[in-house]
């Protein structure tokens, strides 16, 4: 797949990590514990991004 930018923001115990696709700004995030690894957070939202794009 193409470029992927990913951003991780904690929101008290859980992590928020959404990716983002530059070239049509579609957004997908999913939320998980503080505690996971950041690497773990940014393969899921990178599967909820590519869920989102095929959807449409």
């Not at 470029?3 to 939320?31: H, Q, R």
Request: aromatic share 6%; no cysteine; charged share 20%.
């Amino acid at each position: 797949m193409k470029e992927i930018y990913v951003e991780f923001i904690i929101l008290g115990n859980s992590t928020k990590g959404t990716a983002i696709d530059p070239a049509t700004g579609v957004e997908a995030s999913v939320i998980g514990p503080a505690n996971a690894p950041q690497s773990a957070m940014a393969q899921a939202a990178r599967r909820e991004l590519v869920y989102v794009l095929r959807k449409k």
